[in-house]
């Protein structure tokens, strides 16, 4: 049978687009080394039309410069085609890349996809909103035993707010009507002693002796006054 029909070969696999590539770039750089020796003939080419005088030389020179240039673009088309290869090659790749990632994102997705759903059966809305529900309580019952541990104990509760807002409102009258010399509120201030004798409205006590009229004698003034006579004796010695 096998020498009737002969034996399947086994056929190679296809190039990839990288290898295609790789393959005309090698062929284009071969092409750039044949167009710089081409170049540089050419170079050569015109110093000796320069230095070569008109005649059959000249001509001879010119007609072996316009061969090579020829062949520089031909080799040149050669090159461009290369490079719109390898273009078209690296806008595949490119697409095919794109795809691959394409590919691989979906499957990423996927993936997640299942272990989202699988970690949303764990976890259900009723039991965040009971547990928030909760949590509002206990804070409620904190803010209570707060408020209940900070109550003064020497404060009364009969306490009558309107005369303590009268009270803030006379402190801060008294606050305002500051002393200029020292800036001390005047309930801070030493408490001075009354004038006694300016409240009682006393005549000024006298420093020296009594003038006694002319005419008038003191004992005159003395029974006037209801005082006893003092004797003479004594007021003269």
Avoid: C
Wanted: zero cysteines.
């Amino acid at each position: 049978m096998k020498r009737v029909f002969g034996v399947k070969k086994n056929k190679d696999p296809p190039p990839s687009i990288q290898d295609a590539s790789e393959r005309i770039t090698k062929r284009g750089d071969t092409v750039d080394d044949k167009i710089k020796k081409l170049d540089a003939e050419l170079s050569r080419y015109k110093e000796q039309i320069k230095k070569t005088r008109p005649g059959p030389a000249q001509e001879a020179v010119k007609a072996r410069a316009m061969r090579v240039l020829k062949q520089k673009r031909m080799y040149e088309g050669q090159r461009d085609m290369l490079y719109n290869q390898t273009f078209n090659l690296d806008q595949v790749q490119f697409a095919a890349e794109g795809i691959k990632d394409a590919q691989q994102t979906m499957t990423a997705l996927k993936s997640a996809n299942k272990e989202l759903k699988g970690m949303m059966k764990t976890v259900k809305i009723q039991d965040i909103d009971n547990l928030q529900d909760e949590m509002m309580d206990l804070m409620d019952v904190s803010n209570e035993i707060q408020e209940t541990l900070g109550r003064s104990y020497n404060v009364p509760d009969d306490i009558d707010e309107d005369d303590l807002m009268g009270e803030l409102d006379a402190l801060e009258l008294d606050m305002g009507n500051e002393t200029e010399a020292d800036g001390v509120p005047s309930y801070l201030q030493p408490d001075k002693e009354p004038d006694l004798d300016a409240e009682l409205n006393l005549p000024p006590a006298p420093t020296g002796q009594t003038a006694v009229p002319p005419g008038r004698s003191n004992a005159q003034t003395e029974d006037e006054l209801g005082l006893p006579a003092v004797p003479q004796a004594s007021i003269r010695g």
